[in-house]
């Protein structure tokens, strides 16, 4: 659950910072460009929703690329066929007017959530990478595969760069919408403060990538437990830097805009002074006759029509060859599977309970931390299980079943470790269990040395019988420390 919500989050984060640049872009400048004297208007509120719509729509068919792990050239195809399907609900809904800035802001909205959303693909392409190992497998295994890391890593400088240009960006839209007397909202101040917050949570994720490489080669992953907690920390931190900005914040501004109107003011309203230039006047000359240069220096009709047959093949060539890139994806094997076996419509399904399962991750109540299994002795035992089975050679089934019964286990080496009762490498399962007193505790260790030693696999009901053993020790125990 924590993986899906980090995934879809991640892609509402693309989705929040370019839509809300779109938006402001529109919204400031949208008296500027619009010249309602003569009906020209080119920004509306079909303008607003038709950036929202793009913005989503764009969200998942980048997802859907990245799944289907579709070529970089099919970006170009996209947008193109895209912008054309733009034109034609434009001329259906009588807004003729909207395409001269729709498919510019569109096409330029495309490549921005394409180049963000690029981070997030290299971060789970690491994350997959690492997701069959843990300890000192994966350790070795960063030590010999490292490729995803150094490209998330090279991606993450890149990203930082493109966070502080996009801030600057956004900064030169408010200053010049200022200079040029644009179109400021109470909406308007909204959009920039969810710009700016998803810029921040943007740049929160980029340090969190960089701690799960570090952490990564040192044998770690899934060290974040509570990424809902997180999430509401950086909106605090927010809140208090913004509320600390407009209480300290000083009366002068740092730009002075008002000097820049001044001078605009000054220049409009001081006199034009023509000076007098004066001209030289050049001789006039007669214009050169044909026969001036003689019948050899024409070109002959042959040359004239190698030249002509060259340029319009040229035309042809290039006709034919944009028409094989456009075309020829929709001909493709792949094409064909995707639509006969219904991967679309399974996405969609997908995508409708990944938001339904991050809604309700939303507002559940956060797990106990005891539950969580993230202490360096818990991992050690973790270790300790695995090198003993690559030891006993046991079969898949029991590796399987081990693994299920020690991530339980480990649940209980942890809030062990809340409570006190330490454990280390030389007690074995049942010897440590014994330290906590109680006869569930005593029943979990004898299970789980029978699971470890015995060849055959523990029935449903004793396995079943486990998790309860583990579950009951840790309600018991809570509840009588209470």
Not at 416 to 444: C, R, V
Request: proline letters at 2%; a neutral charge; aromatic letters at 16%.
């Amino acid at each position: 659950m924590e993986n899906r919500f980090s995934r879809f989050f991640e892609r509402i984060l693309v989705f929040s910072t370019i839509v809300s640049l779109m938006l402001t872009v529109t919204s400031i400048f949208s008296t500027v460009i619009n010249n309602y004297e003569v009906d020209r208007v080119l920004i509306d509120w079909f303008s607003y929703l038709i950036i929202i719509a793009s913005g989503i729509i764009i969200t998942i068919v980048l997802q859907i690329f990245t799944l289907e792990k579709i070529k970089p050239a099919m970006h170009i195809v996209f947008i193109v066929f895209y912008l054309l399907i733009l034109l034609v609900v434009c001329y259906f809904t009588g807004k003729t007017n909207a395409p001269y800035v729709l498919l510019v802001l569109t096409a330029i909205q495309y490549f921005l959530q394409a180049g963000i959303n690029e981070l997030f693909i290299f971060h789970d392409k690491f994350t997959a990478d690492c997701e069959n190992f843990e300890g000192k497998e994966l350790e070795q295994h960063l030590f010999h595969n490292n490729l995803s890391a150094i490209d998330l890593t090279e991606k993450i400088k890149g990203q930082q760069a493109i966070m502080f240009a996009l801030s600057v960006v956004m900064f030169i839209v408010l200053v010049f919408g200022k200079l040029s007397e644009g179109h400021f909202t109470p909406l308007t101040t909204v959009l920039v403060a969810i710009f700016y917050i998803s810029v921040l949570f943007c740049c929160f994720m980029l340090s969190i990538f960089q701690n799960d490489i570090f952490y990564a080669f040192l044998g770690f992953k899934n060290y974040i437990s509570h990424g809902k907690k997180l999430v509401g920390a950086v909106l605090l931190i927010a809140a208090v830097s913004g509320g600390a900005a407009a209480v300290i914040s000083s009366d002068t501004p740092l730009i002075k805009i008002k000097y820049v109107e001044e001078y605009k003011e000054s220049k409009e309203n001081k006199p034009q002074i023509m000076s007098e230039m004066n001209y030289l006047n050049l001789p006039d000359f007669e214009p050169v006759n044909d026969d001036f240069y003689g019948k050899e220096s024409k070109p002959s009709w042959l040359i004239d029509l190698i030249f002509e047959l060259i340029k319009y093949a040229a035309i042809i060539a290039l006709i034919g060859g944009a028409l094989y890139f456009f075309i020829k994806p929709f001909f493709t094997r792949h094409f064909r599977v995707f639509w006969s076996e219904g991967r679309l419509f399974k996405f969609l399904r997908e995508l409708w309970h990944d938001f339904i399962d991050f809604l309700k991750y939303i507002f559940a109540k956060s797990p106990d931390l005891s539950n969580k299994y993230s202490t360096v002795q818990s991992k050690k035992f973790h270790d300790t299980m695995m090198d003993f089975l690559k030891k006993t050679k046991r079969s898949k089934e029991k590796i399987e079943e081990i693994d299920r019964l020690t991530k339980h286990f480990m649940r209980l080496i942890d809030f062990g470790q809340s409570q006190g009762i330490k454990y280390t490498q030389t007690l074995a399962p049942a010897e440590y269990t014994a330290l906590f007193k109680m006869s569930a505790a005593n029943k979990a260790g004898l299970l789980f040395e029978k699971a470890l030693y015995d060849k055959n696999t523990l029935s449903s009901e004793e396995e079943k019988e486990f998790i309860d053993n583990v579950n009951c020790v840790i309600s018991e125990y809570q509840g009588n420390q209470e």
